[in-house]
């Protein structure tokens, strides 16, 4: 790894941190399948590899970029987004004070509301849009952890990440971000005094949709970085190295795939906040939206690729439109080059908080005025 330190982010990624095979010259990196690493006759690691749970040159790669890219100092690669985001909760100890938002990933609601409060979690949700509300619900020395998500899914709500590591660590808490919406090219946590980033690494990490897997990434290497870490390598919650290899090749173009994604969202967004059958374009990138100050302060170079649409009808109307639709491909999940267009209540189910008329759209890399034109065609 030769790339001198003080190129750009992109740079690093483009080149994933001057890769070079030792072996070969090669400079894409092998992919290493091996469980177990041999020792010498002194009955040495010869590597300092043991056992590919904690340990695979695959994972390695795509950590250190990714630590690169959001600035810390770790980074930890898991099975999934969700295998991420929990293992910075059950790092936590039964009994320990948590603040989440009330607008959340679904499923990992899901599992605070369950599991982790079954487990001894003291979760507990407010309004995080409003620093004031978690500054009055934030017990100084109970609350262990502050989770937030900016921009939030699928409602894009935006929360101040600095207004909130400073609630957090005047309380003796950390501050986690997940920032899967977000991205390391338009917002990086850490510099904005967050301790760890999340990424559901499925979405914009990888960006292909084709590999399941997640992230978090630690501003300082401590015990509670240890303990997160611990998750992973004890509990078990490996991403396969081939998956690893993967996400590393996706994110070699992340800065050019978020940035054309981006554009093409707020063109979108403005388009269709001026359309008679749409009700609100749910987009930080909008200066009419509500979060638009404080995202524009904290994100740069765009506000992402995703926005929701509240169309007029209620679901019958928003399930209607999308049924109409010939480009956008009707399925979950984002941050994929293919543009993608969900009902996301029927996702969520009868205990979805979210509005009956919402769809969440996930910009891919078609060309925009196609993608417009189709949504034109379907709104009729
Ligand atoms: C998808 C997603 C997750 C969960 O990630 P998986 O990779 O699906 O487990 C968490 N947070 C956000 C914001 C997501 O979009």
New binding site residues.
């Given amino acids: 790894m030769s790339l001198p330190d003080s190129v750009r982010p992109s740079t690093a990624a483009a080149q994933a941190l001057g890769f070079l095979d030792p072996a070969t010259g090669a400079f894409v990196p092998p992919i290493q399948p091996a469980t177990t690493y041999e020792r010498g006759a002194d009955n040495r690691l010869l590597s300092g590899r043991l056992y590919s749970r904690p340990d695979n040159p695959n994972y390695e790669q795509a950590e250190a970029l990714l630590t690169r890219l959001e600035g810390g100092a770790a980074t930890a690669v898991f099975s999934?987004?969700?295998?991420?985001?929990t293992a910075v909760f059950l790092a936590l100890k039964p009994g320990d004070h948590v603040l989440v938002p009330d607008v959340?990933?679904w499923?990992?609601r899901n599992w605070l509301v369950g599991w982790a409060t079954d487990w001894g979690l003291r979760i507990e949700a407010v309004d995080m849009t409003e620093p004031a509300r978690a500054a009055a619900a934030v017990r100084p020395g109970e609350t262990r952890l502050i989770w937030i998500?900016t921009p939030?899914?699928p409602t894009l709500v935006i929360t101040d990440i600095a207004a909130l590591a400073d609630i957090a660590h005047r309380a003796g808490a950390r501050l986690a971000v997940?920032s899967?919406?977000a991205t390391p090219v338009h917002t990086q946590p850490l510099a904005l005094g967050a301790d760890l980033v999340?990424h559901?690494?499925?979405?914009y990490l990888n960006g292909h949709s084709d590999v399941?897997?997640?992230a978090v990434t630690a501003a300082a290497v401590n015990d509670a970085w240890q303990r997160i870490k611990a998750v992973r390598s004890q509990a078990g919650a490996v991403l396969g190295p081939f998956e690893a290899w993967l996400l590393l090749r996706g994110m070699r173009t992340l800065f050019v795939r978020v940035a054309a994604q981006s554009r093409s969202a707020q063109r979108i967004a403005e388009h269709f906040s001026r359309h008679p059958k749409v009700e609100a374009v749910l987009y930080p990138g909008l200066p009419t939206f509500s979060g638009h100050g404080v995202a524009a302060s904290q994100m740069r170079g765009g506000f992402g690729g995703m926005l929701s649409l509240r169309v007029k009808g209620g679901a019958p109307g928003a399930l209607a439109l999308i049924g109409k639709l010939r480009l956008w491909r009707r399925a979950t999940?984002?941050g994929g080059v293919e543009s993608l267009v969900e009902h996301r209540a029927s996702v969520e189910g009868p205990q979805s908080a979210t509005p009956a008329d919402l769809l969440r759209m996930s910009v891919g890399l078609e060309d925009t005025d196609d993608l417009i034109l189709d949504l034109e065609q379907a709104l009729g």
Avoid: H, I, P, R
């Avoid at 999934?80 to 985001?85: D, E, N």
């Avoid at 559901?200 to 979405?203: F, G, N, P």
């Fill in positions: 999934s987004g969700m295998s991420a985001a959340t990933y499923a990992l998500e939030a899914n997940d899967t919406f999340m559901s690494a499925t979405k399941v897997a997640g999940s984002l």
